[in-house]
Each structure stands twice: as structure tokens, then as C-alpha cells.
């Protein structure tokens, strides 16, 4: 695909990492940006769980990412071993987009007034991602789609005469994206500490077993850690002119995927509020950083 760079404007993009609950990390540094109105950006990416999160974000929805988190994805309609051992989803995300809206309305106009906003998931046939820009006639596909995690949500979201599976499958941090679209500079919010390196799926027959309907998914789980790792690689060693900005959740940040403890889960967010204060903190020029010199900054 060609880069599209403008020589005489550097274009900003945003990338926020999916995760399930360790979206309540990015859930607070977005809280900390609509605080002091921050959107220096010109467009956005998100996956799974980050995707939800901008929605908030870009409609300027202070808290809608962490009511959502801690109230209804703790609750027993969206996550259920027992469900699941009966054969049906441990986690239903239609459920939960749908609950969402319906507990803490979007203001629409505001969400598609705002910077675009586009969307990974993965497409079950060839197992590599797709890029939706999210839009009103596609934005509960493409939010059900991007955030249905494989095994987990039994149903197969389709839409444009595709099928699709969590964005995070085949690209959990689409910086590169960003910058096939022309960005040159990037802050990606991720979930993990920046020690993190994804490893490799321990049972590998496991994984073709469980998604022996979707061969090419399956490879593409087993490919995963690979293309998370060349992620954070081109993060760390990006190409010449461009600079990316960082902000992971600190060493101590124990949410995992399917936290439901409320203790914990407010813990990772208010980490989150501090990440992103600090990073509004560093834009502004305040302890001797500025855009100069804060690259790979918090």
C-alpha cells in the first residue's frame, strides 16, 4: 500500500491497544485527555477493547469507558463460565455494546464530528487484519466484530460480505497502520508494561483443535506473539522522521484479561489518570520535556 505523507504537515494519530479489562488503563489516560480537552490528533486507531475506549474518548464521554468496565463487564450477562460450560459465550459482547448505549447514551453528533476513527479486526477467511473507518451505518458491526475474542464469543460477527474476529488476532497494536496512512507522529497506548514481550501459544495443536473452523485464524493465533514483538520493535526503533510516543501502564499494573476484582480494576484506572497527566505534563513542556525531546515518553 503506498505512504501517503505530507511533506509540509506531520500528521498525528492516536493507537490505543485492546486487552479486554486492561482497557481499563487506557480508560483512564482518555479520561485525563477529555479533562483538558486533548485531541492534537488527526485520526485514530483502535482494537478491540481499545476501539470501545476512543468511541468514549472522541465523543466525549468522561467515565463512560470505566462505568462500562466496572459495571457491566463485571456483570454475569456479559461474562459467564457457566454459560460457557453449557456451550454458550463467556463473554457476549453484542450484549454489552448494546447495554452500554443504553446506560450511557453517545452523544453521536459529537463522536462523528470529531477526528476519524478506525477500527481493526480480523478477517476469518484470510486471517489477516482489516481497517474499518468506523462510521454510523457500520459502528455496531464493526465494535462487535473488532472486540469478538475467538473461542469466547461463539457467535461470528459479518458484515460487507466478510466475517470477523477480534482485531487484537492479527494486529493488537497497528502502528505500522498508522503509519502506512501516512502518520509520522504516534502515541500508542498499550496495555502491557513496557517489559512485556508476548510469548509464543504454549499448545499450538490446542489452538487448531479449538479453531478447526478457521484454519486461517488459527494460524494467525499461532503467528501472533511474532507480529505483536515486530510491533513493539517498530515502536522502539521507528523508521527515520517519524516519532512515536508511549504510554504503558507501570510495572505494577495487575489487571489481566478477565479481571472482574473492583479493587483492582480501579487501581489499573486510576494508574491510567497518572499515565495520561503525565504525558499531558511532558507535551506542555513541565519537568523539562517538551515535543522535542519526548520520544518514547509516558
Known amino acids: 500500500m503506498p505512504t501517503d505523507h505530507t511533506p509540509n504537515k506531520t500528521k498525528k494519530a492516536l493507537i490505543v491497544e485492546g ?7 487506557a480508560s483512564g489516560v482518555l479520561d485525563a485527555f ?21 468511541i468514549g474518548y472522541l465523543g466525549h464521554a468522561p467515565k463512560r469507558s470505566l462505568n462500562v468496565i466496572t459495571k457491566l463487564a463485571t456483570d454475569k450477562q456479559f461474562y459467564s463460565p457457566v454459560r460457557f460450560a ?28 470529531a477526528i476519524p476513527l478506525y477500527a481493526a479486526v480480523t ?42 474476529t477480534d482485531g487484537g488476532v492479527s494486529d493488537s497494536i497497528p502502528v505500522q497502520e498508522a503509519y502506512r496512512k501516512g502518520a509520522t507522529d504516534i502515541t500508542v497506548i498499550l496495555s502491557h508494561p ?35 514483538n515486530r510491533s513493539l520493535e517498530f515502536i522502539r526503533n521507528p523508521p527515520n522522521g517519524v516519532t512515536i510516543r508511549v504510554i504503558a ?18 487501581a489499573g484506572y486510576n494508574m491510567g489518570i497518572a499515565a495520561g497527566k503525565a504525558h499531558l505534563a511532558s507535551q506542555k513542556g513541565i519537568h523539562g520535556l517538551d515535543e522535542e525531546n519526548c520520544h518514547f515518553c509516558f
Open 194 to 228: 513496557l517489559s512485556y514481550q508476548m510469548s509464543p501459544v504454549k499448545s499450538p495443536w490446542m489452538m487448531k483443535k479449538l479453531l478447526a473452523k478457521y484454519p486461517n485464524v488459527a494460524q494467525a493465533m499461532l503467528q501472533r506473539s511474532n507480529n505483536y
Open 19 to 25: 486487552g479486554a479489562m486492561r482497557g481499563i488503563f
Open 123 to 164: 478477517n476469518i477467511d484470510t486471517g489477516n487484519a482489516d481497517y474499518y473507518h468506523v462510521q454510523p451505518s457500520n459502528l455496531g458491526q464493526v465494535v462487535e466484530a473488532t472486540t469478538a475474542l475467538p473461542v469466547a464469543y461463539k457467535n461470528t460477527p459479518c458484515f460487507s460480505g466478510r466475517c470477523y
Open 249 to 266: 501502564p507501570p510495572e505494577d499494573f495487575a489487571v489481566r484479561r478477565l479481571t472482574m476484582n473492583q479493587k483492582v480494576l480501579h
Open 34 to 54: 477529555m479533562e483538558e480537552h486533548f485531541l492534537p490528533y488527526d485520526f485514530a486507531i483502535g482494537v478491540s477493547a481499545g476501539a470501545t475506549n476512543l
Open 86 to 113: 453449557k456451550g454458550g459465550n463467556l463473554v457476549d459482547v453484542r450484549w454489552l455494546w448494546e447495554q452500554s448505549n443504553r446506560d450511557y447514551a453517545l452523544n453521536w453528533a459529537q463522536l462523528f464530528s
